[in-house]
């Protein structure tokens, strides 16, 4: 598997993360969870205090904090500035934000280019919104993974403390809309992926059916 990168994109709720760390675990590869890192830009942007409705305020402060993310499918980690945020950034004050702050092209930029360098050494399966289409467009192996609106928001609800799946339903429209039709990098599935409908998946049989592709491909 030496120098193999996976691209694994799709939307909320689709299954991305749990599926990337079981197929990461599988071949003993390396995770990276390209979110994760536009998540704690925001987090940070929000310590700081910064305008979040003025993108100009968020493309000059972009390239202040210090964003390292740990690739260890059993643990993967994420730090602002030497803290670890990997609890904060999933709170709902950070959801409700992070399609804002990712839309700059300032962000994008910085953060791709972090990106690129931990997936350049390969055996590394990466996951997000641009993976296969922007941040590796040569993968071996691009994965694009979609569920109904319904069971992304009933996972999504089931993670959350307190979260209906109207609810989830409702944000993940929101998010689906801001991701799919800003200007820079949206989401989108590039081309050579495979697509693959996980609604009526469990994850084992979602993790197989990647793990066959990556055996077909390479």
Request: aromatic content about 2%.
């Amino acid at each position: 598997m030496s120098g193999l990168v996976v691209a694994m994109d799709g939307p909320s709720g689709s299954g991305k993360s749990s599926v990337s760390r079981g197929v990461a675990r599988a071949l003993g590869l390396r995770y990276l969870d390209t979110g994760a890192m536009y998540r704690a830009m925001t987090w940070w942007m929000l310590q700081q205090g910064v305008d979040l409705a003025d993108p100009a305020a968020i493309a000059a402060r972009s390239g202040e904090p210090s964003i390292v993310s740990g690739t260890d499918p059993e643990g993967p980690t994420i730090q602002v500035d030497g803290v670890d945020v990997g609890g904060p950034i999933r709170e709902a004050e950070v959801t409700g934000a992070v399609s804002a702050v990712a839309a700059v092209p300032e962000v994008r930029a910085r953060l791709v280019a972090l990106q690129r360098e931990l997936a350049g050494a390969g055996d590394i399966v990466v996951e997000g919104r641009d993976i296969g289409s922007v941040v590796c467009p040569d993968a071996a192996v691009k994965v694009y993974l979609t569920a109904s609106a319904e069971a992304r928001a009933r996972r999504r609800s089931a993670e959350l403390t307190g979260s209906t799946v109207e609810a989830q339903q409702a944000d993940m429209a929101r998010r689906d809309t801001l991701d799919s039709t800003r200007k820079t990098d949206p989401l989108s599935m590039a081309d050579g992926a495979v697509e693959l409908d996980t609604t009526a998946l469990n994850l084992e049989e979602v993790i197989a059916e990647v793990l066959r592709l990556v055996k077909e491909r390479t």
